[in-house]
């Protein structure tokens, strides 16, 4: 009868310890999608917002209700903005400036700014900048009023890891926008810097002319938005040679060093990095990839190339018929190497000129391509055809053939 009671007992005792774990899990909450969240209309909808002299455009939300029912489920949202001129969502301008062949058009624009809160502001110029996009004004038909349609997107982690992304439902509002000359940021460049680099005495002067440029390869993919890709640079090292990469000429904040010296180590962002030392005279390849932060540097076996006294920059734009391979000649760049094959200059065009470059004072050698304003020049190419008005630093680079138009 005891052993009976005792059982009894335990029985009872597991029952009640399952009603609590079943009545635990039934207050713990679950991650449930929502369908959408709202997004409030703001007060000031009502009037035309003047873009050009208006700093933000500020919303509030209601947050996502990722538990499907009244208990809040706790996680961390990011939200962000996207804008349409026709209330289509169809095509991003991410997806457009994706394709390569320009026949895809984005019907809506995705802001790059973020919130972590339910409210947040929308920068009027880059509003602007993204209506120009979706639009295509010219700049003497933008329109005095347009509507703008405005939705928030909400990501959050979701079961799995796999990204839960949510849209609000879409706001119209009034805004007077203003023309915007569409440009892509310019191309991030790093430059070489060092004892044996450079044109200034005993090199080691982080200046225009003590440093040398790593320069764009045409066909490679940069961002519209950095300027970033993968840049290179080739050419002769003297042994003994020590040097590191710098982003900004004439500072030293941010750069490239070695964590030991040598050329299989790179460190980013440490001042305390030591310089890469060159073992043995030879011919070398630096490439960077500036989005993913990758730099390699690497010997260059085989290659005999020539030595030229001068390149020159004949073409249309010079006086009377142009065209002269002793006129314009450029400037050595890194003529404390010993052999020198970096060169710039800088020199005003005018869109629609054309020129080459031609070394020693004759067509005998000359370097061209139809590309503008950075390309790969070939022996003996075609005219490379200047684009757009304006004053250029032009670096060229004669192993390689790359050459870069750095507008000023």
Known sequence: MKNIFKSTLLLLGCLAMLTACSDDNDSNPTFVEPSTFTLNTPSWAPNAIDLANSKTLPFTWSQPNYAGSAKAYPVAVNYSFEVSSTDSWTTSNVTADADKTGATVADYYILDDAYHTPSGSIDAAKLATALEY????????????????????????????????????????????????????????????????????????????????????????????????????????????????????????????????????????????????????????????????????????GITPSVFTQIAMPGSYQPGDGWDPTSNVMTAKNPLATENHDWTATVELKAGQQLKFAADGAWTTSWGSTVFPYGIGKLGGDNINVTADGTYTVYFNDITGYYYFVAQ
């Open 134 to 301: 979706l639009s295509k004004w010219k700049e003497d038909a933008v329109p005095e009023v347009d509507t703008v349609f405005v939705r928030c997107k909400a990501q959050t982690p979701g079961p799995g890891g796999v990204t839960s992304t949510v849209y609000s439902n879409t706001v119209q509002v009034m805004v007077n926008p203003y023309y915007v000359e569409l440009k892509d940021a310019p191309l991030e460049l790093w430059y070489l810097v060092g004892n044996n680099i450079g044109a200034e005495d005993g090199g080691w002067k982080n200046s225009e002319a003590g440093t040398v440029p790593l320069l764009p390869v045409y066909g490679n993919d940069y961002d519209k938005k950095t300027g970033r890709g993968e840049i290179e640079w080739e050419g002769f090292l003297p042994a003994g040679t020590e040097f590191k990469l710098v982003n900004i000429i004439g500072n030293w904040d941010i750069q490239w060093g070695s964590s030991d010296g040598s050329l299989d180590n790179p460190v980013k962002n440490d001042g305390g990095a030591k310089n890469f030392t060159i073992a043995t005279a030879g011919y070398y390849k630096v490439v960077l990839n500036t989005a993913t932060d990758k730099l390699s540097i690497t010997p260059v076996d």
